[in-house]
């Protein structure tokens, strides 16, 4: 059992390029997130789904699009690369069941915008 | 969402109890209080949840206070492999939110 898988696990990319950040699961779970974290620092939510063609804002949203076309994939886009987007990036996934159900993460995305 | 408030950073000797408060005081009736934790370079890891009653995993215990404003993470026999940012998240719904956590160390 797989859990949640992200690809790459380091890139390096220049200033105004793009890229699309891979998650995915394997435990069919409606919840799914994308977080942030600078070095030193806490996470920050930076959109999160509900469920196949739902998607919302979370703490940090600017800079990014996701969508959520299946179950198992919500992968993360970056448009524009910027420096200030130098982070590590974790997926998660959560069964539904709101109030009582745990998180799984992914190892982690490091980002470098140069 | 409820605010939280943990210390920043903790410590503890190997192999002694740790007990790592976090305090809740807006937490609604219904929320459960959760637990994670993150391990150096690693993503974070589910600890433990709890509603009212206090709850017992191979992990770790978790201490609720009667007025569910506070709880109490405890650790019972800590190693250096519990060095890590403990992160206390007392209302889960949609979005999982998390605070800046305390940081434990472990001396050897």
Redesign the interface.
């Known amino acids: 059992n797989a859990g949640v898988t992200q690809t790459p696990k380091f890139r390096i990319l220049k200033i105004g390029q793009s890229m699309t950040l891979q998650c995915t699961q394997d435990m069919n779970h409606n919840y799914m997130y994308w977080y942030r974290q600078d070095p030193g620092m806490g996470l920050k939510l930076i959109y999160y789904s509900v469920g196949a063609g739902i998607t919302d804002k979370g703490e940090v949203p600017n800079g990014y699009n996701v969508s959520r076309s299946t179950t198992e994939d919500f992968p993360l886009r970056l448009e524009l690369a910027a420096p200030s987007q130098t982070s590590v990036y974790f997926c998660a996934s959560r069964r539904q069941g709101l109030l009582n159900t745990e998180a799984f993460f992914g190892q982690g995305t490091r980002l470098t915008v140069v | 969402d409820a605010k939280t408030t943990q210390p920043n950073s903790m410590e503890s000797n190997e192999e002694e109890p740790v007990h790592l408060p976090c305090n809740h005081s807006t937490i609604s009736g219904?929320?459960?209080i959760?637990w994670?934790r993150?391990l150096p370079s690693?993503?974070?890891?589910?600890v433990i949840?709890g509603?009212t009653s206090n709850v017992n995993n191979r992990m770790a215990s978790l201490a609720i206070a009667e007025d569910r404003k506070s709880s109490t993470l405890i650790l019972h026999r800590a190693t250096l492999r519990d060095a890590a940012?403990y992160?206390c998240i007392p209302s889960?719904?949609?979005?999982?939110?998390?605070?800046?956590?305390t940081r434990l160390h472990i001396l050897p």
């Open positions: 219904t929320d459960y959760h994670y993150q690693q993503g974070p890891e589910y949840h509603l940012v992160y889960v719904r949609d979005k999982i939110i998390f605070g800046k956590g």
